[in-house]
Protein backbone atom coordinates (compact mmCIF):
# COMPACT_ATOMS: atom_id res chain seq x y z
CA UNK A 1 0.00 0.00 0.00
CA UNK A 2 2.84 2.30 0.71
CA UNK A 3 4.50 2.06 -2.42
CA UNK A 4 0.77 2.53 -4.39
CA UNK A 5 0.45 5.55 -1.98
CA UNK A 6 4.43 6.66 -3.19
CA UNK A 7 3.35 5.96 -7.08
CA UNK A 8 0.48 7.36 -7.35
CA UNK A 9 1.92 10.61 -5.62
CA UNK A 10 5.06 10.96 -8.00
CA UNK A 11 2.53 10.31 -11.03
CA UNK A 12 -0.09 13.02 -9.92
CA UNK A 13 3.30 15.43 -9.43
CA UNK A 14 4.19 14.51 -13.16
CA UNK A 15 1.01 15.34 -14.62
CA UNK A 16 0.45 18.32 -12.16
CA UNK A 17 3.77 19.67 -13.26
CA UNK A 18 3.30 19.00 -17.09
CA UNK A 19 0.04 21.60 -16.13
CA UNK A 20 1.67 24.02 -14.43
CA UNK A 21 5.24 24.22 -16.32
CA UNK A 22 5.49 27.37 -18.82
CA UNK A 23 4.44 26.85 -22.43
CA UNK A 24 6.14 24.13 -24.26
CA UNK A 25 7.52 25.18 -27.70
CA UNK A 26 9.50 23.59 -30.64
CA UNK A 27 9.58 19.81 -30.40
CA UNK A 28 8.19 19.79 -27.02
CA UNK A 29 5.09 21.09 -28.04
CA UNK A 30 4.74 18.67 -30.57
CA UNK A 31 5.34 15.63 -28.58
CA UNK A 32 2.82 16.88 -25.69
CA UNK A 33 0.07 17.63 -28.31
CA UNK A 34 1.05 13.96 -29.80
CA UNK A 35 0.35 12.52 -26.30
CA UNK A 36 -2.71 14.80 -25.81
CA UNK A 37 -4.56 13.55 -28.32
CA UNK A 38 -3.57 9.99 -26.47
CA UNK A 39 -4.93 11.18 -23.07
CA UNK A 40 -1.35 11.88 -21.51
CA UNK A 41 1.11 14.58 -21.69
CA UNK A 42 4.68 15.06 -21.53
CA UNK A 43 6.52 15.28 -18.31
CA UNK A 44 9.95 17.43 -18.11
CA UNK A 45 10.82 18.71 -21.50
CA UNK A 46 13.23 21.32 -22.82
CA UNK A 47 14.45 22.29 -26.30
CA UNK A 48 17.55 24.50 -27.49
CA UNK A 49 17.84 27.92 -29.31
CA UNK A 50 16.99 25.68 -32.29
CA UNK A 51 13.38 24.27 -30.92
CA UNK A 52 15.08 20.88 -30.78
CA UNK A 53 14.10 18.67 -27.75
CA UNK A 54 17.47 18.13 -25.40
CA UNK A 55 15.72 17.27 -22.44
CA UNK A 56 13.54 14.85 -21.84
CA UNK A 57 12.28 12.63 -18.74
CA UNK A 58 9.78 9.89 -19.29
CA UNK A 59 8.09 6.74 -17.64
CA UNK A 60 6.15 3.28 -18.26
CA UNK A 61 3.21 4.44 -17.92
CA UNK A 62 2.53 5.94 -20.96
CA UNK A 63 1.75 3.55 -23.99
CA UNK A 64 4.55 2.29 -26.51
CA UNK A 65 3.50 4.25 -29.12
CA UNK A 66 4.32 7.75 -26.94
CA UNK A 67 7.68 6.20 -25.69
CA UNK A 68 8.55 5.68 -29.54
CA UNK A 69 6.67 9.13 -30.52
CA UNK A 70 9.29 10.78 -28.11
CA UNK A 71 12.16 8.75 -28.55
CA UNK A 72 12.12 9.09 -32.66
CA UNK A 73 14.52 12.65 -31.89
CA UNK A 74 17.63 12.33 -32.39
CA UNK A 75 18.54 15.82 -30.63
CA UNK A 76 17.70 14.65 -27.61
CA UNK A 77 20.92 14.88 -25.33
CA UNK A 78 19.81 13.98 -21.57
CA UNK A 79 17.32 11.40 -21.01
CA UNK A 80 15.47 10.06 -17.46
CA UNK A 81 13.48 7.16 -17.45
CA UNK A 82 11.69 6.03 -14.76
CA UNK A 83 10.27 2.36 -14.93
CA UNK A 84 7.61 1.18 -12.29
CA UNK A 85 6.86 -2.39 -11.32
CA UNK A 86 3.22 -3.91 -11.84
CA UNK A 87 1.58 -4.28 -8.02
CA UNK A 88 -2.17 -5.77 -7.67
CA UNK A 89 -3.69 -1.95 -7.71
CA UNK A 90 -1.73 -0.72 -10.82
CA UNK A 91 -0.19 -2.37 -14.09
CA UNK A 92 2.30 -0.22 -16.23
CA UNK A 93 1.34 0.03 -20.01
CA UNK A 94 5.06 -0.41 -21.33
CA UNK A 95 7.52 -2.70 -19.20
CA UNK A 96 10.41 -3.33 -21.55
CA UNK A 97 13.60 -1.47 -21.84
CA UNK A 98 13.22 1.14 -24.98
CA UNK A 99 15.13 0.35 -27.58
CA UNK A 100 14.37 3.23 -29.64
CA UNK A 101 16.95 4.73 -26.76
CA UNK A 102 20.41 3.15 -28.74
CA UNK A 103 19.13 5.32 -31.87
CA UNK A 104 19.94 8.49 -29.91
CA UNK A 105 23.18 9.13 -30.98
CA UNK A 106 23.56 12.25 -29.30
CA UNK A 107 22.54 11.64 -25.47
CA UNK A 108 25.10 12.14 -23.19
CA UNK A 109 23.20 11.68 -19.95
CA UNK A 110 21.24 8.64 -19.52
CA UNK A 111 19.29 7.77 -16.36
CA UNK A 112 17.38 4.94 -15.54
CA UNK A 113 15.35 4.16 -12.18
CA UNK A 114 13.30 1.05 -11.68
CA UNK A 115 11.04 1.14 -8.39
CA UNK A 116 9.85 -1.96 -7.64
CA UNK A 117 6.31 -3.01 -5.50
CA UNK A 118 8.73 -4.40 -2.55
CA UNK A 119 12.57 -3.35 -1.98
CA UNK A 120 13.48 -6.67 -2.92
CA UNK A 121 11.64 -6.64 -6.48
CA UNK A 122 13.91 -5.64 -9.63
CA UNK A 123 13.97 -5.63 -12.77
CA UNK A 124 16.68 -6.65 -15.13
CA UNK A 125 17.92 -4.70 -18.69
CA UNK A 126 17.85 -7.30 -21.43
CA UNK A 127 21.04 -8.24 -23.35
CA UNK A 128 22.16 -6.10 -26.38
CA UNK A 129 19.80 -2.77 -25.88
CA UNK A 130 22.78 -0.98 -24.13
CA UNK A 131 24.38 -0.55 -27.05
CA UNK A 132 24.15 3.27 -26.38
CA UNK A 133 25.70 6.40 -27.62
CA UNK A 134 29.48 7.16 -27.43
CA UNK A 135 28.88 10.58 -26.94
CA UNK A 136 27.57 9.27 -23.73
CA UNK A 137 29.56 11.12 -20.41
CA UNK A 138 26.87 10.49 -17.42
CA UNK A 139 25.11 6.81 -16.71
CA UNK A 140 23.14 5.86 -13.87
CA UNK A 141 21.18 2.83 -13.41
CA UNK A 142 18.98 2.30 -10.07
CA UNK A 143 17.10 -0.78 -8.83
CA UNK A 144 18.25 -3.42 -11.32
CA UNK A 145 19.85 -6.71 -11.42
CA UNK A 146 23.31 -6.53 -13.40
CA UNK A 147 24.23 -8.94 -16.19
CA UNK A 148 27.48 -9.98 -17.65
CA UNK A 149 26.19 -8.58 -20.92
CA UNK A 150 25.10 -5.09 -19.06
CA UNK A 151 28.39 -4.99 -17.97
CA UNK A 152 30.13 -5.56 -21.33
CA UNK A 153 28.24 -3.22 -23.44
CA UNK A 154 28.22 -0.32 -20.42
CA UNK A 155 32.53 -0.89 -21.17
CA UNK A 156 32.28 0.31 -24.69
CA UNK A 157 31.20 3.66 -23.24
CA UNK A 158 34.72 4.69 -23.17
CA UNK A 159 33.45 8.69 -23.10
CA UNK A 160 32.15 8.58 -19.93
CA UNK A 161 32.62 10.61 -16.93
CA UNK A 162 29.78 9.56 -14.36
CA UNK A 163 28.65 5.86 -13.83
CA UNK A 164 26.36 4.81 -11.09
CA UNK A 165 25.44 1.53 -10.52
CA UNK A 166 22.57 1.10 -7.93
CA UNK A 167 21.73 -2.73 -8.38
CA UNK A 168 20.47 -5.83 -6.53
CA UNK A 169 22.56 -8.97 -7.19
CA UNK A 170 22.55 -11.99 -4.88
CA UNK A 171 26.14 -13.37 -4.01
CA UNK A 172 25.49 -16.17 -6.20
CA UNK A 173 24.58 -14.16 -9.20
CA UNK A 174 28.22 -13.03 -10.02
CA UNK A 175 29.64 -11.34 -12.72
CA UNK A 176 33.29 -9.57 -14.17
CA UNK A 177 33.74 -5.81 -13.27
CA UNK A 178 37.28 -6.19 -15.44
CA UNK A 179 35.72 -5.11 -18.93
CA UNK A 180 34.95 -1.69 -17.16
CA UNK A 181 38.92 -0.74 -16.88
CA UNK A 182 38.27 0.90 -20.02
CA UNK A 183 36.71 3.35 -18.50
CA UNK A 184 39.93 5.15 -17.60
CA UNK A 185 37.82 8.81 -17.57
CA UNK A 186 35.55 8.42 -15.21
CA UNK A 187 35.68 11.30 -12.10
CA UNK A 188 32.10 9.91 -10.34
CA UNK A 189 32.25 6.22 -9.82
CA UNK A 190 29.33 4.58 -7.27
CA UNK A 191 28.49 1.11 -7.35
CA UNK A 192 25.86 0.21 -4.52
CA UNK A 193 24.47 -3.55 -3.96
CA UNK A 194 22.03 -4.13 -1.88
CA UNK A 195 22.38 -7.85 -1.93
CA UNK A 196 25.95 -8.07 -1.28
CA UNK A 197 28.06 -9.44 -3.50
CA UNK A 198 31.79 -10.85 -3.07
CA UNK A 199 34.61 -8.79 -5.47
CA UNK A 200 37.55 -9.60 -3.97
CA UNK A 201 39.97 -6.85 -4.74
CA UNK A 202 39.33 -3.34 -5.60
CA UNK A 203 37.22 -3.10 -9.34
CA UNK A 204 39.92 -2.16 -11.48
CA UNK A 205 37.92 0.41 -13.16
CA UNK A 206 38.71 2.28 -9.96
CA UNK A 207 42.50 2.05 -10.83
CA UNK A 208 42.12 2.65 -14.50
CA UNK A 209 40.79 6.30 -13.43
CA UNK A 210 43.19 7.35 -11.18
CA UNK A 211 43.73 10.36 -12.80
CA UNK A 212 40.88 11.52 -13.14
CA UNK A 213 38.42 10.07 -9.92
CA UNK A 214 37.42 12.69 -7.69
CA UNK A 215 34.28 10.82 -6.39
CA UNK A 216 34.17 7.33 -5.07
CA UNK A 217 31.32 5.46 -3.80
CA UNK A 218 31.19 1.64 -3.32
CA UNK A 219 28.71 -0.07 -0.80
CA UNK A 220 27.55 -4.06 0.38
CA UNK A 221 30.88 -5.62 -1.19
CA UNK A 222 32.83 -7.71 0.48
CA UNK A 223 36.73 -6.37 -0.71
CA UNK A 224 39.04 -8.47 0.67
CA UNK A 225 42.49 -7.06 -0.48
CA UNK A 226 43.15 -3.52 -1.73
CA UNK A 227 46.03 -3.05 -4.33
CA UNK A 228 48.56 -0.10 -3.11
CA UNK A 229 47.60 1.40 -6.41
CA UNK A 230 45.08 2.58 -4.40
CA UNK A 231 47.21 5.31 -2.75
CA UNK A 232 47.80 6.40 -6.22
CA UNK A 233 43.43 8.39 -5.79
CA UNK A 234 44.78 11.70 -4.45
CA UNK A 235 42.21 13.45 -6.42
CA UNK A 236 39.29 12.26 -4.55
CA UNK A 237 36.92 14.72 -2.37
CA UNK A 238 34.74 12.25 -1.64
CA UNK A 239 34.65 8.60 -0.74
CA UNK A 240 32.37 6.43 0.82
CA UNK A 241 33.36 2.84 1.05
CA UNK A 242 30.71 0.68 3.37
CA UNK A 243 29.96 -2.46 4.56
CA UNK A 244 32.99 -3.66 2.33
CA UNK A 245 34.28 -5.93 5.20
CA UNK A 246 37.64 -3.31 4.87
CA UNK A 247 40.76 -3.83 7.30
CA UNK A 248 43.68 -2.03 6.74
CA UNK A 249 41.72 1.20 4.40
CA UNK A 250 44.15 3.16 6.70
CA UNK A 251 47.10 2.31 5.10
CA UNK A 252 46.53 3.78 1.69
CA UNK A 253 44.63 7.09 2.38
CA UNK A 254 47.86 9.59 3.63
CA UNK A 255 48.25 11.32 0.77
CA UNK A 256 44.58 11.54 -0.44
CA UNK A 257 44.97 15.55 1.41
CA UNK A 258 42.26 16.83 -1.62
CA UNK A 259 39.25 14.82 0.68
CA UNK A 260 35.95 16.61 1.88
CA UNK A 261 33.92 13.46 2.70
CA UNK A 262 35.40 10.14 4.18
CA UNK A 263 32.65 7.57 4.83
CA UNK A 264 34.17 3.75 5.78
CA UNK A 265 31.00 3.63 7.98
CA UNK A 266 30.53 -0.68 8.69
CA UNK A 267 33.72 -2.14 7.68
CA UNK A 268 36.49 -4.78 9.50
CA UNK A 269 38.75 -1.43 10.84
CA UNK A 270 40.61 -3.22 14.21
CA UNK A 271 43.16 0.58 13.60
CA UNK A 272 44.76 3.56 15.54
CA UNK A 273 42.41 6.95 13.90
CA UNK A 274 45.63 8.12 11.95
CA UNK A 275 46.64 11.44 13.06
CA UNK A 276 47.42 12.70 9.34
CA UNK A 277 44.08 13.24 8.97
CA UNK A 278 44.14 16.40 11.27
CA UNK A 279 46.47 17.04 7.70
CA UNK A 280 43.66 17.35 5.45
CA UNK A 281 42.35 21.00 5.77
CA UNK A 282 39.19 20.39 3.56
CA UNK A 283 38.04 17.82 5.33
CA UNK A 284 34.23 18.31 6.69
CA UNK A 285 32.84 14.73 7.07
CA UNK A 286 33.95 11.58 8.46
CA UNK A 287 32.35 8.48 9.52
CA UNK A 288 33.93 5.55 11.16
CA UNK A 289 31.10 4.02 13.12
CA UNK A 290 30.18 0.36 13.12
CA UNK A 291 33.62 -0.94 13.27
CA UNK A 292 35.08 -3.36 15.43
CA UNK A 293 37.51 -1.40 17.27
CA UNK A 294 39.15 2.26 16.81
CA UNK A 295 41.46 3.28 18.77
CA UNK A 296 43.98 6.97 19.45
CA UNK A 297 42.50 10.28 19.52
CA UNK A 298 39.69 11.71 17.79
CA UNK A 299 40.06 14.54 15.10
CA UNK A 300 40.67 18.21 15.53
CA UNK A 301 40.09 19.58 12.16
CA UNK A 302 39.52 22.62 12.01
CA UNK A 303 36.95 22.87 8.65
CA UNK A 304 35.37 19.32 10.17
CA UNK A 305 31.47 19.64 10.79
CA UNK A 306 30.44 16.36 11.34
CA UNK A 307 32.49 13.62 12.90
CA UNK A 308 30.54 10.76 13.73
CA UNK A 309 32.46 7.68 16.32
CA UNK A 310 31.16 4.74 18.27
CA UNK A 311 30.77 5.07 22.75
CA UNK A 312 32.77 1.66 22.69
CA UNK A 313 35.87 3.08 20.77
CA UNK A 314 39.03 3.69 22.72
CA UNK A 315 39.58 7.55 21.66
CA UNK A 316 40.47 10.29 23.83
CA UNK A 317 39.86 13.99 23.40
CA UNK A 318 43.38 15.86 22.77
CA UNK A 319 40.80 18.92 23.60
CA UNK A 320 37.35 20.15 24.78
CA UNK A 321 36.65 22.57 22.26
CA UNK A 322 36.30 19.84 19.34
CA UNK A 323 33.45 21.81 17.00
CA UNK A 324 31.90 18.41 15.24
CA UNK A 325 31.51 17.04 18.81
CA UNK A 326 29.82 20.10 20.11
CA UNK A 327 26.24 17.69 20.61
CA UNK A 328 27.82 14.61 21.68
CA UNK A 329 31.60 13.63 22.71
CA UNK A 330 30.81 9.85 23.28
CA UNK A 331 31.75 9.94 26.90
CA UNK A 332 35.55 10.16 25.51
CA UNK A 333 37.75 11.33 28.34
CA UNK A 334 40.82 13.58 27.56
CA UNK A 335 43.61 12.47 26.20
CA UNK A 336 47.58 11.57 28.36
CA UNK A 337 50.03 13.73 26.37
CA UNK A 338 52.63 11.58 24.20
CA UNK A 339 55.96 11.20 26.44
CA UNK A 340 58.57 13.50 24.53
CA UNK A 341 61.54 11.86 26.65
CA UNK A 342 61.01 8.44 27.14
CA UNK A 343 59.19 8.37 30.45
CA UNK A 344 56.15 7.78 30.79
CA UNK A 345 53.21 7.67 33.65
CA UNK A 346 51.63 10.78 35.48
CA UNK A 347 53.59 13.97 34.77
CA UNK A 348 55.27 12.44 31.69
CA UNK A 349 52.36 11.15 29.68
CA UNK A 350 52.07 8.11 27.38
CA UNK A 351 54.34 6.14 25.15
CA UNK A 352 53.96 6.62 21.71
CA UNK A 353 51.72 4.07 19.69
CA UNK A 354 53.11 0.29 19.83
CA UNK A 355 55.37 0.66 22.53
CA UNK A 356 54.29 -0.33 26.71
CA UNK A 357 55.13 1.43 29.77
CA UNK A 358 57.08 -0.40 31.91
CA UNK A 359 56.70 -0.71 35.77
CA UNK A 360 59.90 2.12 36.21
CA UNK A 361 58.18 4.46 33.92
CA UNK A 362 60.00 3.98 30.85
CA UNK A 363 59.14 3.30 27.60
CA UNK A 364 60.12 0.26 25.17
CA UNK A 365 59.50 -3.20 23.78
CA UNK A 366 60.04 -6.88 24.86
CA UNK A 367 59.45 -8.54 28.30
CA UNK A 368 61.08 -5.71 30.31
CA UNK A 369 58.26 -3.13 29.16
CA UNK A 370 55.43 -5.14 28.12
CA UNK A 371 55.71 -7.94 30.70
CA UNK A 372 55.05 -7.63 34.36
CA UNK A 373 53.79 -4.68 36.07
CA UNK A 374 53.59 -2.73 32.82
CA UNK A 375 51.34 0.31 33.01
CA UNK A 376 48.90 -0.61 30.33
CA UNK A 377 47.11 3.23 31.25
CA UNK A 378 50.30 4.59 30.07
CA UNK A 379 50.65 2.45 26.94
CA UNK A 380 50.40 -0.91 25.37
CA UNK A 381 51.09 -4.04 27.44
CA UNK A 382 50.65 -6.56 24.43
CA UNK A 383 53.63 -8.29 23.83
CA UNK A 384 52.33 -9.52 20.46
CA UNK A 385 52.02 -6.16 19.20
CA UNK A 386 55.42 -5.42 20.58
CA UNK A 387 57.84 -8.53 20.26
CA UNK A 388 61.01 -6.68 19.74
CA UNK A 389 63.32 -6.77 22.94
CA UNK A 390 64.84 -3.62 23.25
CA UNK A 391 67.75 -4.23 25.80
CA UNK A 392 69.70 -1.07 24.31
CA UNK A 393 67.51 1.33 26.16
CA UNK A 394 67.22 1.75 30.18
CA UNK A 395 64.08 0.33 32.04
CA UNK A 396 65.25 2.07 35.12
CA UNK A 397 66.20 5.16 34.12
CA UNK A 398 69.47 4.31 35.27
CA UNK A 399 72.28 4.61 32.74
CA UNK A 400 75.57 2.74 31.64
CA UNK A 401 76.76 -0.82 30.96
CA UNK A 402 74.66 -2.70 33.03
CA UNK A 403 71.42 -0.50 32.42
CA UNK A 404 71.75 0.58 29.17
CA UNK A 405 71.59 4.06 27.34
CA UNK A 406 68.68 6.84 27.70
CA UNK A 407 66.39 8.01 26.08
CA UNK A 408 67.07 10.06 22.84
CA UNK A 409 67.06 13.75 24.28
CA UNK A 410 68.76 13.07 27.84
CA UNK A 411 72.46 12.46 29.31
CA UNK A 412 73.84 10.17 31.25
CA UNK A 413 75.49 11.79 34.70
CA UNK A 414 78.44 10.79 35.52
CA UNK A 415 77.08 8.87 38.25
CA UNK A 416 74.57 6.58 36.33
CA UNK A 417 71.63 8.60 35.79
CA UNK A 418 69.68 9.65 32.93
CA UNK A 419 68.28 13.26 32.60
CA UNK A 420 68.96 16.84 31.59
CA UNK A 421 70.43 20.12 32.10
CA UNK A 422 74.33 20.53 33.93
CA UNK A 423 74.01 17.77 36.34
CA UNK A 424 73.46 15.65 33.84
CA UNK A 425 75.20 16.43 30.43
CA UNK A 426 78.24 18.45 32.23
CA UNK A 427 81.46 17.51 33.62
CA UNK A 428 81.36 13.59 33.49
CA UNK A 429 78.44 12.84 31.10
CA UNK A 430 78.83 9.39 29.61
CA UNK A 431 78.58 10.31 25.91
CA UNK A 432 78.36 6.55 24.96
CA UNK A 433 75.39 5.88 26.93
CA UNK A 434 73.25 9.46 25.63
CA UNK A 435 73.69 13.16 24.44
CA UNK A 436 75.97 15.39 26.37
CA UNK A 437 74.81 18.41 24.41
Do not use: W
Given at each position: MFFLKSLLLILFFYFVFAEERQELSGDCKEIDDFFKERNTSVGICEVNSKGEVVIIEL??????ECI?????????????????????????????FPPEIANLTNL???????????????TGIEDGVLNLSKSMKKLSFRGIVISQSNINEISTLTNLETL????????????DMDPLK??????????ANSGYTILGDMPKVVYSS??????????????????????????????????????????????FKNLEYLD????????????????????????VSRNPKITGKVLTNSNLETCIYDTNYKLCLPRNDIKCLKNNNYGYEECEPISVDGQCGNGHGRCSNGYCCSKYGWCGKGEKYCG???????????????????DKYTTTGKCGNEDGKCRSGQCCSKYGWCGTGEIYCGSGCQKEFGGCN
Open positions: NNGISEKKALSYNSITKLEYHKYGSTPYYSPKYNKEEFSYTFTGYKDYIKHLSYFNRPDESFSLNKLKSLEMSKTLTHLVITSHSITKISKDFSQLTKLKYLRLSGCGLTNIFDYLKDLYYNNITDELPEYLNDFKNLKYIDAGCQKEFGGCDQNDSPIED
